[in-house]
């Protein structure tokens, strides 16, 4: 019974703290993808406000082209907001959300994505929420860095355990070169994965990187920790 306490405080400590490192996730994200656009398109338009020419074609056409930046930064800010909470997760499932981002994402990087499950039975809740995270953050660095032709994903479940392994025939990378301390998708993973007692493994090289995630299902321990 002790060790069941000491384990359970122990995974309370990481959920905050894994909660703490997704919040500076979140600022880094917004930072990058909003901020830094937001400041670039002010500037140029004091620097358009400021000059004493007569407004000519020239001025038009850079404000049409700053009205479009502006647009694309506000529907980056939406995606942000859909990635942070995907409503159709509750709405609809985790298979059927899996399948459409897979849809979505082969559309925009022009490579084939395979989702294949063996799920028959229902997911816990709070495993659905963390299988659906560490999916969306692999596919994101797929679509970021990988330039893969080729994205599969299985999802498969014992009674016991569910596996989910992600795989592409990318660039792969450098595992020695990755900053477990900094914030990035490959920590967020592991961080989900660990958070429910679950592991985490990748491996990279020339001939892709495939992602493997083991979870144990057990409905006993937490069963409302969820990120």
């Not at 400041?39 to 338009?45: A, K, Y």
């Not at 004091?46 to 407004?55: Q, R, S």
């Not at 001025?59 to 907001?81: F, P, V």
């Not at 016991?160 to 993973?189: A, E, H, T, Y």
Request: hydrophobic share 35%; aromatic share 6%.
């Amino acid at each position: 019974m002790f060790k069941d306490i000491s384990e359970f405080q122990t995974k309370i400590q990481t959920y905050v703290a894994a909660q703490e490192k997704e919040r500076e996730w979140v600022s880094i994200e917004i930072h990058d993808r909003i901020v830094q656009n937001l400041s670039g398109i002010l500037h140029q338009i004091n620097a358009l406000t400021l000059c004493k020419k007569p407004f000519n074609k020239d001025k038009r056409d850079k404000l049409d082209e700053l009205s479009g930046q502006l647009n694309n930064t506000i529907i980056e800010a939406r995606s942000i907001m859909r990635e942070l909470c995907p409503s159709t997760l509750t709405r609809y499932g985790l298979i059927r959300l899996i399948q459409e981002e897979s849809i979505h994402l082969q559309d925009e990087m022009h490579c084939e994505i395979k989702f294949n499950h063996s799920l028959t039975k229902a997911v816990p809740p709070y495993l659905e929420t963390t299988i659906y995270r560490i999916v969306h953050e692999a596919l994101l660095n797929a679509k970021k860095y990988s330039q893969a032709s080729q994205i599969v994903v299985d999802l498969n479940r014992t009674d016991k355990n569910i596996s989910l392994d992600i795989c592409d025939n990318g660039i792969g990378f450098c595992l020695k070169n990755v900053d477990w301390i900094r914030p990035s998708g490959l920590q967020s993973m592991r961080q989900r994965a660990e958070i429910v007692s679950g592991t985490f493994c990748i491996r990279s090289g020339v001939k892709g990187t495939c992602i493997h995630v083991l979870l144990p299902i057990i409905n006993h321990i937490m069963p409302t920790l969820s990120l």
